[in-house]
């Protein structure tokens, strides 16, 4: 039985903004679909772990790295031989040019295969001890500087395994950024391109030549792709008819939203809703 909505986690982590978890305790941190407002690593060293992240199954085999950023939605599906760790981080704990490559990765590189000798496993055991160690001194500055070192070598380990693709950095790499974090924020209430750009006080022309310069593709497929994103997380997810799914997306016309997702994606909303659940039925 789907939920009418999606659940959302937070303010689950302490006064430290960090929490470690061994893999095989997974499931009581919520088996169901769910968002959360941090950040999550898993860092495996051996077997598989199988979830389901933004309604599409990822599945990790041996020594893995991947990272669930806050609002996605993911559920466990297998981890029964797994073995790691999983790691919960306050999303102001991850210095902003690690969190620039996740944002930049987001539903398209989020897992990597490493070795068993990666330093990575040091770090977050080092980290799951100290946490344990309530009374160590220095142990928030501590545990802060591990958590950024651990995020980093994360990032550092999905950019080296992504040889076709490059983080160049830059002002017009910060400007897609932006704009980037902006639509996953404002989507719901703004769909223009033009509204966009007077947020970071450009012309529209200028926005959409850097969006397309540094990905390939205009400010406006971007738009697009974050109301696509979140009606197939609802419509897979929830229970919401297509008309309450269209309200809460801003659209006032359920009519209209009907048709841009059919002219986006080539099927109506009903449709990707059956066809996904059939196949989940079958592979589950």
Same mark, same amino acid.
């Given at each position: 039985?789907?939920?009418?909505?999606?659940?959302?986690?937070?303010?689950?982590?302490?006064? #430290?903004?960090?929490?470690?978890?061994?893999?095989?305790?997974?499931?009581?941190?919520?088996?169901?679909?769910?968002?959360?407002?941090?950040?999550?690593?898993?860092? !495996?060293?051996?077997?598989?772990?199988?979830?389901?992240?933004?309604?599409?199954?990822?599945?990790?085999?041996?020594?893995?790295?991947?990272?669930?950023?806050?609002?996605?939605?993911?559920?466990?599906?297998?981890?029964?031989?797994?073995?790691?760790?999983?790691?919960?981080?306050?999303?102001?704990?991850?210095?902003?040019?690690?969190?620039?490559?996740?944002?930049?990765?987001?539903?398209?590189?989020? /897992?990597?295969?490493?070795? !068993?000798?990666?330093?990575?496993?040091?770090?977050?055991?080092?980290?799951?001890?100290?946490?344990? !160690?309530?009374?160590?001194?220095?142990?928030?500055?501590?545990?802060?500087?591990?958590?950024?070192?651990?995020?980093?070598?994360?990032?550092?380990?999905?950019?080296?395994?992504?040889? /076709?693709?490059?983080?160049?950095?830059?002002?017009?790499?910060?400007?897609?950024?932006?704009?980037? #974090?902006?639509?996953?924020?404002?989507?719901?209430?703004?769909?223009?391109?033009?509204?966009?750009?007077?947020?970071?006080?450009?012309?529209?022309?200028?926005?959409?030549?850097?969006?397309?310069?540094?990905?390939?593709?205009?400010?406006?497929?971007?738009?697009? !792709?974050?109301?696509?994103?979140?009606?197939?997380?609802?419509?897979?997810?929830?229970?919401?008819?297509?008309?309450?799914?269209?309200?809460?997306?801003?659209?006032?016309?359920?009519?209209?939203?009907?048709?841009?997702?059919?002219?986006?994606?080539?099927?109506?909303?009903?449709?990707?809703?059956?066809?996904?659940?059939?196949?989940?039925?079958?592979?589950?």
């Amino acid at each position: 039985m789907k939920s009418d909505k999606i659940s959302l986690h937070q303010d689950e982590l302490d006064a #430290s903004g960090v929490d470690v978890l061994p893999v095989s305790e997974a499931g009581y941190t919520g088996p169901l679909p769910h968002r959360d407002d941090h950040y999550m690593f898993l860092i !495996q060293e051996g077997g598989s772990f199988t979830w389901e992240v933004d309604y599409k199954e990822m599945i990790l085999d041996g020594p893995s790295l991947c990272y669930i950023a806050p609002g996605q939605v993911h559920r466990y599906i297998n981890f029964e031989h797994s073995e790691g760790w999983l790691v919960f981080a306050d999303s102001r704990l991850i210095p902003g040019q690690y969190r620039e490559i996740f944002d930049v990765y987001l539903n398209a590189f989020q /897992n990597c295969a490493t070795i !068993q000798s990666d330093p990575v496993f040091r770090i977050v055991t080092v980290l799951d001890q100290m946490l344990k !160690q309530e009374s160590l001194p220095l142990l928030k500055p501590l545990t802060e500087t591990l958590i950024a070192t651990l995020s980093g070598m994360i990032a550092s380990q999905i950019l080296q395994n992504q040889p /076709n693709v490059r983080y160049s950095g830059g002002h017009k790499h910060s400007l897609v950024i932006h704009f980037k #974090s902006l639509v996953r924020e404002k989507f719901k209430e703004l769909k223009q391109v033009k509204a966009y750009a007077s947020l970071v006080h450009i012309t529209p022309l200028y926005l959409n030549e850097a969006v397309k310069e540094i990905t390939g593709f205009p400010a406006s497929y971007w738009i697009n !792709q974050e109301i696509l994103l979140e009606a197939k997380r609802m419509l897979y997810y929830t229970s919401r008819n297509v008309k309450q799914i269209a309200y809460d997306l801003g659209y006032e016309d359920h009519a209209y939203f009907s048709r841009f997702f059919k002219k986006h994606t080539g099927i109506t909303a009903m449709d990707f809703r059956n066809i996904n659940h059939q196949l989940s039925n079958q592979s589950h």
